[in-house]
């Protein structure tokens, strides 16, 4: 009984606590309604109709200002953090001194190093470099250095080391915040030193360069064979040093060149053919005098084989040279006239009995011009001062080094070759002619000049006749 009692007196106190705390909200909630019954009471007095009252609400226009100025506030100091925090990475990383992340110098990263390092490591890798120039014949592999070539190894790092320098502030933060997320990548650019590019140049087209060799006819004891012909070729030095200042990048190991085959005049399917003796003649002398006999022999062994392609000249005395004694000459009769006299004399000299090669020659050119109208054309001959008993008389060409000569052109399209040979007393000479299949495929050089030439008072292309020689065999 007592324990109802006390339950009693708990929630009493408690309904008298909550009547305690309810008391300023009825208050509250009653002063707005004193006006309201008072406005209700008045209405049957005027007997109008009441206007209702508009409740003033805020609309969504009049709240997205405050919005808006709220938003750009907050922006406003995040930026201002935002840059703060900025500035203060960027003063750190200048003081720094090291080229700003992700920079990269052909290939080779650079970020995050002091300027010597950078250079140092580009150094390195860049520093020697070599390149090979192409050639059909085969790559000449140059030192960079050597052809005039330097990679611009400081000037790429100074400009790596600027980014995020050179600008104004804003400008450099914004650099140095693009390249912390982005990369940068730069080349590294050549330099030439043209007089040593050139230089250079030359040599290899030297090395490279051939000329290009004639197919010719080569007569032996077997008979005639053809050497073939080569090619030759030549490197283009200005294209070639064109083409490496333009395509040269650092890094790339070859270049080609601009090179030319040269063909020659004649090849070697240009002298395959019939081979057609064109004249012949033949002259005695007597074997048992000595020294004459051998200095014909070792003339006409000179002269035997001798080949001359379209165009080409004879000369007796640039094919047998100086008559010496180390070549074989002896002492025998010559034809010699001292000064002052009228008439020569006949005394012993060195290689006696040489103008009777040269004149056994003069006379199978005759013959040949005969068949074939005068397509040797002589160009020098002389005559003795005393007559000859190996020829007809003024049938004869006397020859003297170095002033007296017999020279002749080969004006025909196909070469043609001299066969000398001793047979007992005799000493026979003959003009042969190799005829090719093709006949046109053998270029003829320009006879014009050949038919201008100078020669010594001579009467007509077949005897060519010219004042004696002061010395003769």
């Given at each position: 009984m007592n324990d109802t009692k006390k339950l009693s007196e708990i929630n009493a106190e408690k309904t008298h606590d909550t009547q305690r705390l309810d008391a300023p909200a009825q208050t509250a909630t009653k002063a707005p309604d004193a006006p309201k019954i008072v406005a209700a009471k008045a209405a049957p007095a005027q007997k109008a109709p009441q206007k209702a009252v508009p409740v003033k609400t805020e609309s969504k226009r009049s709240v997205w200002p405050r919005v808006f100025a709220w938003s750009a506030g907050v922006a406003g100091v995040?930026?201002?953090?935002?840059?703060?925090?900025?500035?203060?990475?960027?003063?750190?990383?200048?003081?720094?001194?090291?080229?700003?992340?992700?920079?990269?110098?052909?290939?080779?990263?650079?970020?995050?190093?002091?300027?010597?390092?950078?250079?140092?490591?580009?150094?390195?890798?860049?520093?020697?470099?070599?390149?090979?120039?192409?050639?059909?014949?085969?790559?000449?592999?140059?030192a960079l250095r050597q052809l005039g070539g330097e990679p611009q190894i400081k000037k790429v790092v100074d400009e790596a080391y600027s980014y995020g320098r050179s600008g104004a502030l804003p400008a450099n933060l914004q650099q140095l915040a693009h390249a912390q997320k982005n990369e940068e990548r730069l080349s590294l650019p050549m330099r030439w030193d043209k007089a040593q590019l050139k230089k250079t140049m030359w040599t290899v087209a030297g090395n490279y360069h051939q000329s290009a060799h004639n197919a010719r006819l080569e007569v032996g004891e077997r008979g005639v064979k053809v050497i073939a012909h080569r090619e030759g070729r030549n490197l283009n030095v200005g294209e070639t040093l064109q083409t490496l200042q333009k395509k040269y990048y650092v890094g790339i190991g070859k270049i080609d060149s601009t090179t030319r085959a040269v063909m020659p005049?004649?090849?070697?399917?240009?002298?395959?053919?019939?081979?057609?003796?064109?004249?012949?003649?033949?002259?005695?002398?007597?074997?048992?005098?000595?020294?004459?006999?051998?200095?014909?022999?070792?003339?006409?062994?000179?002269?035997?084989?001798?080949?001359?392609?379209?165009?080409?000249?004879?000369?007796?005395?640039?094919?047998?040279?100086?008559?010496?004694?180390?070549?074989?000459?002896?002492?025998?009769?010559?034809?010699?006239?001292?000064?002052?006299?009228?008439?020569?004399?006949?005394?012993?000299?060195?290689?006696?009995?040489?103008?009777?090669?040269?004149?056994?020659?003069?006379?199978?050119?005759?013959?040949?011009?005969?068949?074939?109208?005068?397509?040797?054309?002589?160009?020098?001959?002389?005559?003795?001062?005393?007559?000859?008993?190996?020829?007809?008389?003024?049938?004869?060409?006397?020859?003297?080094w170095p002033d007296r000569d017999f020279k002749f052109r080969n004006n025909f399209v196909h070469p043609i070759y001299i066969r000398a040979k001793i047979d007992g007393s005799h000493l026979v000479i003959g003009i042969w002619g190799r005829v090719p299949t093709n006949v046109g495929a053998v270029t003829v050089a320009d006879v014009t000049a050949a038919n201008t030439s100078t020669v010594a008072n001579a009467p007509s292309a077949e005897t060519g006749a010219a004042p004696e020689s002061a010395r003769a065999s």
């Open positions: 995040l930026l201002l953090s935002g840059l703060a925090g900025g500035y203060v990475t960027y003063d750190r990383w200048q003081k720094s001194e090291v080229i700003a992340p992700n920079i990269f110098i052909h290939g080779e990263p650079v970020g995050g190093l002091t300027h010597a390092q950078a250079t140092q490591n580009l150094q390195k890798r860049f520093g020697r470099l070599f390149v090979s120039i192409k050639t059909p014949k085969r790559p000449y592999r140059l005049r004649i090849t070697s399917a240009s002298l395959v053919g019939r081979d057609v003796l064109l004249g012949k003649y033949k002259t005695y002398f007597d074997s048992d005098v000595w020294g004459r006999t051998r200095n014909i022999r070792v003339a006409a062994s000179e002269i035997d084989g001798k080949v001359l392609m379209p165009g080409e000249k004879f000369s007796f005395n640039e094919i047998t040279g100086e008559r010496t004694y180390k070549k074989g000459y002896r002492m025998a009769h010559i034809f010699q006239r001292q000064p002052g006299e009228a008439k020569s004399q006949v005394v012993d000299g060195l290689a006696g009995g040489v103008c009777q090669v040269s004149s056994t020659l003069f006379n199978a050119v005759r013959r040949t011009n005969r068949k074939t109208d005068a397509r040797l054309r002589i160009l020098e001959r002389n005559y003795h001062s005393l007559p000859v008993t190996y020829v007809p008389a003024g049938l004869d060409a006397t020859v003297a």
